[in-house]
């Protein structure tokens, strides 16, 4: 069965109001990743996102394939989706609970894990699982969806083969006993030896024949290094296993990150794995099976759990940009990889703000001047085979984590850490964020600029002011200002003003996406090095930045798509 780890996405939990706050929090706790949205103006809580509309909500939510646990009538549900339903193998679990929590109705995403979804939050709640399906009432399984270890060779027959023991249609059971199919063997699925139908779990390398539903179980590890990956197929073929039944790929840690490795993982639909015994792969269990061919390995054990943990996982170091500090515009990509992390490393502050965490994730949490520090520690622990976030505001690679990941990484020799799995997901820039607070700041050319002398020298950073100015290129300051360096914005503001007219539109930005957001529109004549602090953003227009009266009474700021006169519509 489909455990909640292996769903489609984080799952996301939608309230109406907050008596179902409770029990969605309680959800929460037992869903990794799980989200909860709740309606403006009915649930203001710090860890509810807001959203305009119940029924846009959700269905935003199921277009993006995440699990939906909407705590409300099911009918709402049914109503809010009927006109995106079409395939159901497609379809992510969506379930109803009872606003007390008194039932849990799983009602689609039947072959995507619902039903186990449903029994697991049911056992939390201490309610009943109202499970409909045809199949798992009958005979406690289903087998269009699999569990986790078993693959059918021909599921496009897996409907039609359900339908017939429904039916009451016989069925000759094989191979189960043999590679721990206890899933199998524990449902209420009756062997017949005179059947009809067979089904048949078996690693072999063939095709399933007429009235037969072939399931392979992944017993077989492919251990293979950089010079013997290519060969890794030809081998399984020889030896009669089907490349369905691999569990996964084994490589020596230091050869972990080569091309011809990660092609064979990728081909053979498996996760990669790495052991620290070398190309023999002397240190893995003896009780396996073993076929050695053209320097492969293949380790065949008697259950799908004998070969599933060899090894250690193939460790990950992640750097992520959550945006200014509102959940709203965190990626997809960012959440999905802080709901895969089993490590967290950042600064304090930026730490919490991408929170909440499960209690099985480690927190590492530092000062923020320790960047490199940050970066090596990561890489420490990724080289163990954990799974690891290193924390950015904003974008992870502008003025933040991403380059001391990579500087790290270049500066080390050991094979380990560059065989760790390395990405970088982008973020919201503070830039980005207060631009579109105003309008469009940065409609046309800009540069992005640090005032922090830290580590470059002031003269570079003014010889850079200066030359932005003069191209007339939109400027936005980060790190402005310190209680250390309390003289340099002005300067800064100096710079600029010798070549941009008193009149040129600045944007000041605090705290964007926050509580206690701020956006002060005035002019480089006005502004001064009083109104800005390290938690905001400056962007300065160009000649030909404009402003104009909102609505609201505030102002609009943009820099024109043309430059120079204004084009004849």
């Not at 959700?58 to 995106?84: K, M, N, Q, S, T």
């Not at 997809?332 to 600064?347: C, E, F, N, R, S």
Request: proline share 8%.
């Amino acid at each position: 069965m489909m455990t909640s780890s292996a769903l489609p996405a984080a799952p996301a939990l939608l309230i109406l109001g907050t008596g179902s706050l409770p029990v969605a929090r309680r959800l929460r706790e037992i869903l990794p990743g799980a989200e909860i949205f709740g309606l403006r103006g009915r649930v203001e809580a710090d860890d509810v996102i807001p959203c305009d509309s119940f029924g846009d909500t959700l269905r935003l939510l199921f277009g993006r394939d995440r699990p939906v646990v909407a705590l409300c009538a099911a009918g709402i549900i049914i109503r809010a989706l009927a006109p995106l339903l079409g395939n159901k193998r497609a379809e992510p679990p969506v379930l109803a609970v009872a606003e007390d929590g008194s039932t849990v109705v799983p009602l689609l995403g039947g072959l995507r894990g619902v039903n186990t979804l449903a029994r697991q939050m049911a056992a939390a709640l201490g309610c009943p699982a109202a499970i409909t399906t045809s199949g798992e009432l009958r005979f406690t399984l289903t087998l269009e969806q699999l569990p986790p270890g078993f693959r059918a060779a021909n599921p496009q027959d897996s409907k039609r083969f359900m339908s017939d023991l429904l039916a009451g249609v016989g069925v000759r059971l094989n191979g189960h006993s043999d590679w721990g199919a206890d899933w199998l063997t524990d449902s209420r699925l009756t062997d017949d030896p005179d059947g009809p139908l067979r089904l048949t779990i078996s690693p072999e390398a063939r095709d399933a024949t007429p009235d037969e539903l072939l399931i392979r179980p992944q017993v077989v590890a492919v251990a293979v290094t950089a010079a013997s990956a290519d060969k890794a197929r030809s081998v399984l073929a020889r030896h009669g296993f089907s490349e369905q039944a691999v569990a996964c790929v084994l490589t020596p840690v230091e050869d972990a990150g080569a091309a011809a490795v990660l092609a064979l993982a990728t081909a053979l639909d498996c996760p990669q794995r790495v052991t620290p015994g070398g190309a023999g792969f002397a240190d893995l269990p003896p009780d396996l099976t073993r076929y050695q061919t053209d320097g492969v390995t293949l380790l065949v054990g008697a259950t799908p759990g004998a070969v599933r943990a060899l090894g250690q996982p193939r460790g990950s170091v992640t750097v992520i940009g959550t945006g200014p500090g509102n959940r709203e515009w965190m990626t997809p990509a960012v959440k999905a990889a802080l709901t895969a992390a089993t490590d967290v490393i950042g600064y304090q502050f930026y730490v919490d703000l991408a929170g909440p965490y499960r209690p099985d994730q480690v927190l590492h949490t530092s000062d923020n001047r320790v960047e490199l520090d940050r970066a090596r520690h990561a890489f420490r622990l990724a080289a163990e085979g954990r799974q690891v976030v290193v924390v950015s505001s904003g974008d992870g690679g502008i003025f933040a984590m991403a380059a001391a990941v990579l500087e790290a990484l270049e500066d080390s020799a050991d094979p380990v850490w560059h065989a760790v799995a390395l990405r970088v997901e982008p973020g919201v820039t503070a830039a980005q964020a207060a631009a579109a607070r105003s309008g469009a700041a940065l409609g046309h050319d800009f540069c992005v600029i640090s005032l922090s002398d830290n580590l470059k020298p002031w003269p570079v950073i003014v010889n850079r002011l200066d030359h932005a100015a003069a191209a007339d290129l939109v400027m936005a300051f980060y790190n402005p200002i310190s209680k250390a360096r309390p003289w340099q914005l002005a300067e800064a503001f100096d710079t600029v003003r010798r070549h941009r007219a008193p009149e040129t539109p600045v944007l000041l930005g605090r705290d964007i996406g926050r509580p206690a957001e701020r956006v002060t529109i005035t002019t480089l004549g006005e502004v001064c090095p009083d109104q800005v602090d390290m938690r905001t953003v400056v962007i300065i227009g160009s000649s030909h930045s404009r402003t104009f009266p909102r609505a609201d009474g505030k102002v609009w700021l943009y820099a024109p798509r043309w430059y120079g006169e204004k084009p004849v519509k």
